[in-house]
């Protein structure tokens, strides 16, 4: 699972600033005090396969940029950063409130 990378690569934290996203996503959700997911199994399991989606967004990113137009790459950076923004403070950052321990250490938060 490539969570680091999800969250480090240059393709990444330029499509979150593309997309309008807070500089510090990961913070947001913690001011509204949303809670998800209380069976820490299943919080396990969604957790791993959202990283594992964003993963494979983010490895889109990289794709678009080697073999489409810089405009088509632009407008696909936008567009994936936005789903990965949702990911991140709509599923995986309520789970991680309810759940600290699975936060990956791997996982950067600016």
Request: proline share 5%; net charge positive; charged share 25%.
């Amino acid at each position: 699972m490539k969570v680091g990378q999800w969250m480090l690569t240059r393709n990444t934290v330029n499509a979150y600033s593309e997309a309008g996203l807070p500089a510090a996503p990961y913070s947001r959700i913690f001011s509204e005090g949303r809670s998800m997911i209380k069976n820490r199994r299943v919080a396990e399991q969604i957790s791993k396969l959202m990283l594992e989606t964003g993963a494979g967004i983010d490895d889109s990113i990289g794709l678009v940029k080697d073999q489409c137009t810089e405009k088509e790459f632009q407008s696909y950076r936008k567009a994936a950063g936005r789903v990965m923004g949702e990911i991140l403070l709509e599923i995986l950052n309520p789970i991680f409130k309810e759940h600290p321990e699975l936060k990956p250490k791997e996982l950067y938060v600016p």
